[in-house]
């Protein structure tokens, strides 16, 4: 059975490339019972999405 | 309102001096940008010296659709990539040697693939309130600055400027299976990094 360290390395890869079948549902089944890992995978996603705004919304002091 | 009795011209000038204003408020955003990527001051201050420059000549050429600001900075990627290709041409471009081992992802875990009590995540809160506050990007910046020089620039490239893994493994001369597992590692530390910062921030 696939543990965190396995689902962190996929939550990371599906951010640059498609996941086969076999590992979304292994990701799946895996996030489904961890509770930490859930929060992982949002929090890839949420950096995912605020890069795409760097710059944008982001103020720096001056 | 528009005022009648000004002309075109003074419409135009009254724009351009608002545009020059804005640009030299957003600089140091764009420099601190320029240097995440280039890791050189010099080399960063050139680039947005030429993206401001760019930006002014082409000014007539900012159609408005998008907002000005992500319109400059679309330039100053450019002259990033520019800057980062002509290098690699050069031969000047600094090969990619993988400097970190797996050890990074290893502290993370225990032995049997779960998550380390120092390291197991915690919840962030709202995501659309992450993003949106001025503490987090504070300490995105902070945790981006500390890490390895090669992983910022990987994930920078990726993540940042867009770049598929492909275009990256080309300019940095890497394997795709490499380029992966280095951002895996860099989503790992940012992700470390972000909660401790985050969460220390907020309950001081």
């Known amino acids: ?62 | 309102m528009e005022d009648p009795a000004a002309s075109g011209g003074d419409r135009l000038a009254k724009q351009r001096s608002i545009r020059l204003e804005r640009l030299s408020s957003i600089r140091p955003k764009l420099v601190s940008f320029a240097r995440m990527h280039l890791r050189d001051n010099a080399m960063a201050e050139d680039a947005v010296q030429e993206a401001l420059m760019a930006a002014i000549e082409k000014d007539a050429t900012f159609a408005g659709r998008s907002g000005y600001d992500t319109w400059v900075f679309g330039i100053l990627k450019y002259k990033i990539l520019d800057i980062m290709r002509y290098q690699k041409r050069q031969g000047r471009l600094q090969p990619l040697d993988d400097e970190e081992s797996d050890e990074v992802i290893d502290r993370q875990f225990r032995k049997n693939g779960r998550w380390e009590a120092h390291s197991r995540p915690a919840s962030w809160g709202d995501p659309d309130a992450v993003i949106e506050s001025q503490h987090f990007w504070r300490v995105f910046d902070a945790c981006m600055i500390a890490l390895p020089e090669n992983t910022a620039r990987v994930f920078s490239l990726r993540e940042l400027m867009g770049l598929s893994t492909e275009e990256i493994c080309g300019l940095l001369e890497i394997r795709e299976s490499n380029c992966w597992v280095i951002l895996h590692r860099a989503r790992l530390r940012l992700r470390q990094c972000i909660e401790k910062g985050w969460l220390e921030g907020e309950t001081a």
């Open chain 1, 1 to 62: 059975m696939m543990m965190c360290k396995e689902a962190s390395r996929l939550m990371s890869l599906k951010h640059e490339r498609s996941l086969t079948f076999q590992e979304r549902m292994s990701l799946r089944f895996h996030l489904s019972m961890c509770g930490a890992c859930r929060q992982c995978d949002r929090q890839f996603r949420l950096l995912h999405e605020a890069c795409r705004g760097y710059g944008i919304d982001h103020e720096v002091d001056p």
